[in-house]
């Protein structure tokens, strides 16, 4: 009778006293941030272990793992295109193995708690989503200008009614964000904030001096967390609402919470809703493969099923083969677990993401972080 053990790497069938080597279990070493929560999951690590995979995690922000030393890793995962083409150029440049999957989407959301939602909507500056399931509102458009407005005014929390909702908040309105000189989420919050800043037109910066200027410019609007701070972690803690009313995430990171929340105590969290800001950037994961195990684990996470399921599962937003959403899926499985749904219907207005250079110098300019080495202005 054979029975299967685990040594090492490497599983064994056991035969009496004899040792028989099974197929070999690889161990892949990947550096991200808010994606780890994917590799973390116990269904995604079991559902590797059946590839013979184990994956081992190194946490780190999307811009930290673009401009630090990755060459012990197997693959990257940053959060978002920017951080993503630093690594890709630069691997390029030294003539080193990056092959990139793109298996699923997030968007950048504002997560606040009930009270604050429902004052921004009394001043005007956000609206609840229609059509989501529930009695009250789960979601809310934030126009992104007049919000930001207010925290260039110094506008207070008081200053607003957020009274009338049963609290006190004498403190100033801002969006929380991670470090913008590690975080991709900062960093494409902080383009969002300088094209709304700057009228919400076509033009981005396209010299040096202008996204210096633009970053200067925008650098009172953005309030930055500490470097290993997370914020949305902070967010469903129970001191979430006092540190920070609303903090800048990923919506999958929202999704998750009250999908697991409504599994624990049947119902969903009511008290803790989203923003989704009036001009939006789809951010798009990009999974980049430094070697060819992990182009395997790559082609895995994109094309098997099971890790496609568990990924909608998770809250993203999957992609068929052509890199466009795939369908409403995710929308049929929140209501299968009766938690209320977004819309999700793809009209969001998109708005123009700087050229890298030119967002690295912005960064620098709000975090006061040494640029990355960006040798081209070109997309």
């Given at each position: 009778m054979l029975a299967a053990v685990l040594t090492g790497t490497t599983a064994l069938a056991v035969s009496g006293n004899i040792l028989l080597p099974l197929e070999r279990v690889v161990t892949l070493e990947g550096k991200m941030a808010s994606k780890r929560d994917f590799f973390e999951d116990e269904e995604v690590q079991r559902i590797l272990m059946k590839h013979h995979i184990r994956v081992h995690i190194t946490s780190s922000g999307s811009r930290e793992v673009a401009v630090h030393d990755i060459s012990s890793y197997d693959f990257v995962f940053p959060s978002g295109q920017p951080a993503g083409d630093l690594i890709t150029r630069e691997r390029a440049a030294a003539d080193k193995y990056a092959k990139v999957h793109r298996p699923f989407v997030s968007p950048i959301v504002l997560a606040t708690y009930r009270e604050y939602a429902e004052t921004l909507a009394d001043a005007g500056i956000a609206t609840a989503q229609q059509g989501s399931g529930a009695e009250q509102s789960f979601y809310y458009v934030l126009d992104m200008r007049k919000f930001l407005q207010h925290i260039h005014d110094k506008r207070r929390w008081n200053d607003i009614g957020v009274q009338r909702h049963g609290i006190t908040n004498a403190n100033?309105?801002?969006?929380?964000?991670?470090?913008?000189?590690?975080?991709?989420?900062?960093?494409?919050?902080?383009?969002?904030?300088?094209?709304?800043?700057?009228?919400?037109?076509?033009?981005?910066?396209?010299?040096?001096?202008?996204?210096?200027?633009?970053?200067?410019?925008?650098?009172?609007?953005?309030?930055?967390?500490?470097?290993?701070?997370?914020?949305?972690?902070?967010?469903?803690?129970?001191?979430?609402?006092?540190?920070?009313?609303?903090?800048?995430?990923?919506?999958?990171?929202?999704?998750?919470?009250?999908?697991?929340?409504?599994?624990?105590?049947?119902?969903?969290?009511?008290?803790?809703?989203?923003?989704?800001?009036?001009?939006?950037?789809?951010?798009?994961?990009?999974?980049?493969?430094?070697?060819?195990?992990?182009?395997?684990?790559?082609?895995?996470?994109?094309?098997?099923?099971?890790?496609?399921?568990?990924?909608?599962?998770?809250?993203?937003?999957?992609?068929?083969?052509?890199?466009?959403?795939?369908?409403?899926?995710?929308?049929?499985?929140?209501?299968?677990?009766?938690?209320?749904?977004?819309?999700?219907?793809?009209?969001?207005?998109?708005?123009?993401?700087?050229?890298?250079?030119?967002?690295?110098r912005m960064i620098s300019a709000v975090g006061d972080c040494p640029p990355a080495d960006v040798a081209s202005g070109q997309r």
């Open positions: 100033r309105i801002v969006a929380q964000t991670p470090d913008v000189c590690g975080s991709n989420s900062a960093g494409t919050y902080l383009a969002l904030v300088a094209f709304t800043w700057n009228g919400g037109g076509d033009e981005v910066p396209d010299t040096d001096r202008e996204a210096d200027e633009r970053g200067r410019e925008i650098r009172h609007l953005m309030e930055q967390g500490l470097p290993s701070a997370d914020v949305f972690r902070t967010y469903i803690s129970p001191e979430g609402k006092n540190i920070a009313p609303v903090v800048v995430a990923y919506e999958h990171q929202y999704l998750s919470y009250q999908v697991q929340y409504r599994h624990q105590y049947g119902k969903a969290d009511a008290q803790r809703v989203l923003l989704y800001p009036s001009g939006q950037f789809v951010t798009q994961p990009q999974f980049i493969a430094l070697n060819k195990d992990g182009d395997r684990l790559g082609e895995l996470v994109t094309r098997d099923p099971d890790l496609r399921r568990r990924a909608m599962e998770l809250g993203f937003r999957i992609l068929d083969p052509a890199g466009q959403v795939a369908g409403d899926q995710l929308t049929g499985f929140l209501r299968e677990r009766e938690v209320p749904a977004p819309a999700i219907d793809g009209d969001d207005t998109r708005s123009a993401m700087p050229r890298l250079r030119y967002l690295e």
